[in-house]
């Protein structure tokens, strides 16, 4: 709609993700969703791809080209890539604009000061008018739609790709919380590591994620799953095929699993009693990609003994989050 001026509204929201970048473009919704990857050339270290077409350069680059996550960790590892990937998603998602955006960016609660500013610096040289940072569970909390603004306890656990963030939030400020560098991507490398040692069978980390996705279990399923697994034979070193089943799969990601389990209880026996109290009833919610792995929520729920929801679009919570305080500026600009 056009505003006053006779421009287009073009405040824009971005989730930062350690696997996933996603664009929300005020009263539009979400934009653009892709991988957080930049394929480099190696000589020159000119950008030759991001997002989707640079995740389909992972694992399968001549000498001369590399596939890299710069926020692989929930730490930015390479500045200058973070930018130019910024850069590219601001840009693609605001061409129609006719004047430069404001941004809000949700970023990992892990970030040092120094890496926050980078992103803020980053997105005023892609273009930004203005830059305002939400650390990733609020922003999370509120795209799930939790009462973060009452005084009582809201907790949300989110699981991605590189980290997994968990917060009690209560009066529109974090309480407490705890980002640990164990999510998807160490399941992904659980079943790598799994296949070797299992069946001599080496496979890439697309493979992984395949198998984590189709089969991938925290708790017993009603009905198991198997599926056939293509890779390399590592002692005849030919190609092969194998078949495996969701209970080998869920014995492969036990231990990993185990760990967000572990952090998850660690933020309870933190946090506050009057807030664990009102836990008991409320619960928390789960958002992130690897809330989707089946029966994670039930286990959650078993070993904490707390009520657990998963999201209704656990990978758009975080964009959504910053969509919702795209619409209350000045909110954001007393509470984050
Ligand atoms: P981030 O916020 O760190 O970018 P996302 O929330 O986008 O991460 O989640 C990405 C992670 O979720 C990846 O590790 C991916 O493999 C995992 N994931 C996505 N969908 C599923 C699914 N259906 N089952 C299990 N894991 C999933
Ligand atoms: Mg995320």
Request: hydrophobic content about 45%; charged content about 25%; proline content about 5%.
């Amino acid at each position: 709609m056009a505003n006053l001026f006779g421009y287009f509204s073009n405040d824009i929201g971005i989730d930062l993700g350690t696997a996933n970048t996603l664009v929300y473009l005020k009263d539009k919704g979400i934009v653009l969703r892709e991988p957080s990857v930049v394929a480099l050339d190696t000589v020159t270290r000119k950008v030759r791809a991001v997002g989707d077409e640079a995740k389909r350069m992972l694992g399968r680059t001549p000498g001369n080209i590399t596939a890299i996550r710069p926020m692989k960790d929930g730490v930015i590892a390479d500045f200058d890539v973070t930018e130019a990937m910024l850069r590219y998603f601001i840009q693609k998602a605001s061409q129609s604009f006719r004047a430069p955006p404001r941004v809000v960016i949700a970023i990992p609660s892990g970030i040092t000061a120094v890496e926050k500013r980078a992103v803020m610096d980053s997105a005023t040289h892609a273009g930004a008018r203005k830059v305002i940072t939400i650390p990733e569970p609020m922003a999370a909390a509120i795209g799930v739609g939790l009462p973060i603004d009452e005084p009582a306890a809201n907790m949300i656990v989110d699981i991605g790709g590189g980290t997994t963030e968990i917060a009690i939030i209560s009066l529109n400020g974090i309480v407490f919380s705890k980002s640990i560098r164990v999510a998807g991507d160490e399941l992904d490398a659980a079943i790598i590591g799994y296949m070797k040692r299992a069946y001599n069978l080496l496979i890439g980390e697309r493979t992984a994620e395949e198998i984590k996705m189709r089969i991938g279990s925290a708790y017993p399923l009603d009905e198991e799953l198997s599926m056939e697994v293509k890779g390399r034979d590592s002692v005849a070193g030919l190609p092969k095929t194998i078949h495996i089943t969701s209970q080998e799969v869920r014995e492969a990601l036990s231990d990993t699993i185990a760990s967000i389990v572990d952090a998850v209880r660690t933020t309870l026996e933190r946090c506050p009693p009057e807030l664990s109290a009102d836990l008991v009833d409320r619960g928390f919610v789960m958002a992130g990609g690897g809330s989707l792995i089946r029966g994670i929520d039930r286990l959650l729920s078993d070993k904490t003994g707390l009520p657990v929801t998963v999201a209704d679009d656990p990978l758009s919570a975080v964009a959504n989050g910053t969509g919702a305080v795209l619409n209350d500026l000045s909110w954001l600009m007393q509470n984050a």
